[in-house]
């Protein structure tokens, strides 16, 4: 049973530039987060996705935009990057309306370098 | 803002319980408490969750207070692959994690 995914696992992209990182989630799961972490931080939330629409939204500009697909499978992208978008982007997965709903299983991470 | 309170660091004995404190003062009566950590350069990964009794499971023991302002995650017997970041969060069961700055566990021969 494959966990979740993640691809690139790096990437260096130059200031100005857009990124687009993708997500598999867990087989059987409905339901992708996305977070942020920058170095030495805890994960920041930037959005969900649930039934490919955006259920929920941190506190981040809208040139962080997602997307989910009929798949589950999600992408993050962003615009215009900032040397301060270089962070760990964290994908998690989880089943909504069950029991388990609780339970988000984090992929190993995209990191990414702006420069 | 994260709404929980941990210390930044605690070293602990391997194979003794190593007792990771959290304070969640402004936590609301739908918010569980849940919590993950975070081996180096790995994604966080679930432990244990919590509203108001104490639960146990494989991995670790939750004591939440009557009050719900505080809770102890216990790692009954550690080891050196314990040695990690510890995030003690308050949420609904379906919201965003939201993260602070967690504990780092390091566990010492």
């Known amino acids: 049973d494959a966990g979740v995914t993640q691809s690139p696992t790096h990437l260096i992209k130059t200031r100005g530039q857009q990124v687009t990182l993708r997500c598999s989630p867990k087989?059987?799961?409905?339901?992708v987060s996305w977070y942020q972490q920058a170095l030495g931080q805890g994960p920041q939330f930037i959005f969900q996705?649930?039934?490919?629409?955006?259920?929920q939204r941190g506190n981040f500009p809208d040139r962080f935009s997602g997307h989910q697909f009929p798949n589950y499978s999600s992408e993050l992208n962003v615009n215009a990057l900032l040397l301060g978008d270089s962070a760990l982007y964290l994908c998690?997965?989880?089943?909504?309306?069950?029991?388990?709903?609780?339970?988000?299983?984090f992929g190993p991470g995209t990191r990414l370098t702006v420069t | 803002d994260a709404k929980t309170t941990q210390p930044p660091s605690m070293d602990c004995a391997e194979g003794r319980a190593a007792n990771l404190p959290c304070n969640h003062s402004?936590?609301?009566?739908?918010?569980?408490v849940y919590w993950y950590r975070q081996i180096h350069s790995q994604g966080p990964q679930y432990i244990i969750h919590?509203?108001?009794n104490n639960e146990t499971n494989e991995m670790a023991s939750l004591i939440i207070t009557e009050d719900r302002k505080s809770s102890t995650l216990i790692l009954p017997h550690a080891t050196l692959r314990d040695t990690a970041v510890y995030y003690c969060?308050?949420?609904?069961?379906?919201?965003?994690?939201?993260f602070g700055a967690g504990t780092q566990v390091v566990v010492t021969p």
């Open positions: 919590g509203l108001k």
């Open positions: 996705y649930y039934e490919e629409e955006e259920r």
């Open positions: 087989s059987g799961h409905d339901t």
């Open positions: 998690a997965s989880s089943l909504l309306e069950t029991d388990r709903s609780y339970e988000q299983y």
């Open positions: 402004t936590i609301s009566g739908n918010e569980y």
């Open positions: 969060i308050v949420s609904p069961s379906w919201g965003k994690l939201q």
